[in-house]
């Protein structure tokens, strides 16, 4: 039988250009996850709003997955936090495509707050069930930003209202289910955490000199990659100070990856403006770098190329840049919160430090460099431990799991997992990881 799954992940396509202020993990998620949960045998429809009136409403993606376009205000580009007034024509949109089809779909997957507010009319209304992913909670997010959180206040109460309908709620790492608990008083019996995942076909490790000679950086350089969303909570300029720590280091050199254009526009810009202004206070502009956005195919050449990827975010649901760089056999220098304090083990793949202390920084990525022999286990440990947990074969076998229990879907495991399995156990050999793990049963 059939397995037809809709995804709804409204201000984040799959087919976005990745780096924009709104375009990061949560579109990386939805690609690959459905992407290896269709090789699982599902049919897959990606429901997101148009943001271009040149966009088809259908687009047939890839084999087994659609995109489908929602008219949900103007067909523009409009931030996140100004969508939710739009929710009500998204859901009469996607309500109105379902009941022109024939056929009915097994399970909603919904991912984000607004996409759940979608999710629970289309559950009401068709009686589809729906599980959701929020890869960010409202509640945690005012703690950190305060005032600056330009989310209306309705978000609070959407996603309460959100944690007691769904079905099930996925979080994405111990962390998450806690605040869950915590602060939504989430019924943990009804909380499943699958954490997110890394591509091994896009992400692995390669000769760092020959990376170097693809981005024309030298073999000699001390080389620190900060990569990501520039925007403020990723904490991008609690990386540039701690550089004001490192200036002894010859020929040591930060590269800022992420933004709007491939070009760093400093003017239209204001957090690269700021970001900027904070490297020529702390004098350090003459060793970072701010490198612009780049595309997925060259995004592996960067963290190839680096000694250290670094990422010391406020607060961060999970974050997916970690495990590719960990991928590619670059440890990581973290912030001890969210995600990365669960995906990043402490001087085993890298180096937990709290977040706005760049000495602390700094010190981590002095105790890295001072001995090659640790240097190498760090890497060597990072990439077992990402090839072990967080490849998206693996989150969309969880995913699987956890659809079977809403018992929409057959739980027999569907043939393609034997190749995946077989597949796995190939690269356990060419990487030295433990065989066992990728056991057929």
Not at 10 to 37: F, I, W
Not at 237 to 264: M, Q, S, T, W, Y
Not at 317 to 330: D, N, W
């Amino acid at each position: 039988m059939t397995k037809r799954i809709a995804f709804i992940s409204e201000h984040a396509s799959p087919l976005a250009t990745l780096g924009g202020v709104d375009s990061g993990g949560q579109n990386v998620y939805v690609a690959e996850l459905c992407k290896c949960l269709a090789k699982l045998g599902y049919v897959i429809d990606i429901f997101t709003r148009r943001d271009d009136e040149h966009l088809s409403q259908i687009v047939h993606w890839l084999p087994d997955i659609r995109v489908i376009h929602m008219d949900a205000g103007p067909a523009q580009e409009v931030p996140k936090e100004m969508l939710l007034g739009y929710m009500d024509e998204f859901t009469q949109s996607m309500i109105r495509f379902i009941n022109q089809q024939e056929f009915q779909y097994d399970l909603v997957h919904a991912n984000f707050f607004m996409s759940g507010l979608v999710a629970s009319e289309v559950k009401k209304q068709l009686d589809i069930p729906y599980v959701i992913t929020f890869h960010a909670l409202g509640k945690i997010r005012m703690i950190h930003q305060k005032d600056k959180d330009a989310f209306p206040a309705a978000r609070m109460d959407i996603e309460q209202m959100l944690v007691d309908d769904a079905d099930f709620v996925i979080a994405e790492c111990p962390q998450d289910k806690q605040d869950l608990i915590e602060h939504y008083n989430a019924d943990p019996s009804r909380i499943t955490i699958i954490p997110c995942g890394f591509s091994s076909e896009e992400f692995y490790p390669y000769p760092k000199e020959k990376a170097r000679r693809k981005l024309g950086l030298e073999k000699d350089d001390v080389v620190l990659l900060q990569l990501g969303r520039v925007v403020p909570r990723k904490g991008i300029d609690n990386v540039i100070r701690a550089i004001r720590f490192l200036k002894h280091i010859p020929r040591i050199k930060l590269l800022v990856v992420g933004g709007a254009d491939e070009k760093p526009d400093f003017v239209n810009d204001p957090e690269l403006k700021r970001l900027k202004e904070v490297a020529e206070v702390e004098e350090v502009s003459g060793a970072v770098e701010f490198v612009g956005r780049r595309n997925r195919q060259q995004l592996r050449y960067y963290y190839q190329a680096a000694d250290f990827f670094i990422s010391t975010p406020w607060y961060e649901p999970f974050g997916i840049t970690p495990l590719e760089a960990m991928a590619c056999g670059t440890p990581v220098i973290g912030s001890d919160v969210g995600g990365i304090k669960f995906t990043v083990l402490d001087k085993k793949t890298g180096f937990l430090v709290p977040p706005h202390n760049p000495k602390a920084l700094a010190d981590a990525l002095l105790e890295g460099l001072s001995c090659p022999e640790k240097y190498q286990a760090l890497c060597n440990n990072a990439l077992k431990r990402v090839n072990e947990n967080f490849t998206w074969a693996y989150v969309a076998e969880k995913a699987h799991q956890l659809y079977c229990k809403l018992n929409v879907v057959s739980a027999k495991k569907p043939v393609y997992l034997f190749h995946y399995k077989r597949a796995q156990r190939k690269r356990a050999r060419l990487y030295g990881l433990p065989a066992a793990n990728y056991a057929v049963s």
